[in-house]
């Protein structure tokens, strides 16, 4: 083995020895050893049976420049001028080695938490929130960012205190924030981000009204109405998604969607009235209330699809068990994630990766209801 300086790493699941020689000209050279066993040191020697996690200086090492460099490009400074050859070496050392920033220590020097709350919404939305939530986590680290995932109740209190308590950089929701937390971010005077209205997704609600729309034409619908959960409090998220039902229903010149409350109690009544006034075809505001529909159809001893056809949104597991199962539109987790986290990164001012095209989010899953 060569003599000098040398750091263990690990890298790929392997033990990685980086042994650093001098060269000429005053550079620095690198010799790489891998070892599958495990790296033993010796007695009295700092190394142990662990390997020691590579900083900036073994980074700054390898690609020949100075720590003050390698902070500069992997932090992104402004108003320094490094070569484009200079940060693909510093990029380069830093894979190589397995670097990863100390998220604690660049946060306390930013003088911020670097904490993103993550708002998961109390309605029924499916599995896609955690799905798309898991993947925003893992993006959010590699910028040294802690996503903190907290989850709607019926009393948002608890909202407001994390707010003010976590001291977050930014918030993110799927769907608006009640009154008292959208108040907590305006005084906390940070940017929200509603995952919803991104232009890169393309404007979900005015889609996905699409896609239910056209399904229930292409099965000869033309009268449509649409269920609201009877929970005030969730209303807004009905306006969201009705209002893509009733544009494409103006689109194609069919009669104005009739709209109604759904509970467990008025459920038979309310199909009944809608079958009566001719409606051959339901959107509801999301799967639960799909299946409200659905049982409110059975006590009214009519049929589905016959009598009135139904169809969810949010590929709740329930709508594959309801009688008969369920229509709806599923919704692509990464697409959502991807979004969320690029406009995270625009409004902090972090290097935002490419997003694309504004991209369809969502497929149709056809069942019987339908």
Known sequence: MPSGHHTPILYDGLLVHIFW?????????????????????????????????????????LASVSTATVSYVLNNAEGRRISAPTREAVYRAAELLGYRPNLAARNLARGKSGVVLYVVPHVAVGEMPMQAGSRMTTELARQGLLQVQIFEAEDDQHVVDAIKNLDPVAITSLFPLSEAAFSAVRAAGIPHIEIGTLPALGDPQLSVGELRVEHLVSRGHRQIAFAYTGIAKWRPLGDYWFEGVSRAARLRDLPPVRVGEITLDNAADVVTGWVQSGVTAVCAQSDEIACLVLYGIHQARLRCPRDLAVIGVDASPM????????????????????????????????????????????????????
């Not at 690198?30 to 599958?36: D, S």
């Not at 987790?333 to 290097?351: G, K, S």
């Not at 997003?355 to 969502?362: K, V, Y």
């Open 21 to 61: 020689m001098a060269a000429r000209q005053g550079h620095t050279a690198a010799m790489i050893a891998c070892h599958h066993e495990a790296w033993l040191g010796r007695e009295g020697d700092a190394l142990t049976d662990k390997a020691v996690r590579p900083t900036t200086a073994d980074v700054a090492r």
């Open 319 to 370: 709508g594959v068990v309801s009688t008969p199962p369920l229509t709806t539109v599923q919704f692509d987790p990464r697409a959502v994630a991807d979004a969320a986290v690029a406009a995270i990164f625009e409004r902090l001012d972090l290097p935002t990766p490419p997003t694309g095209e504004p991209t369809d989010i969502s497929h149709l899953i056809v069942r019987s209801s339908t």
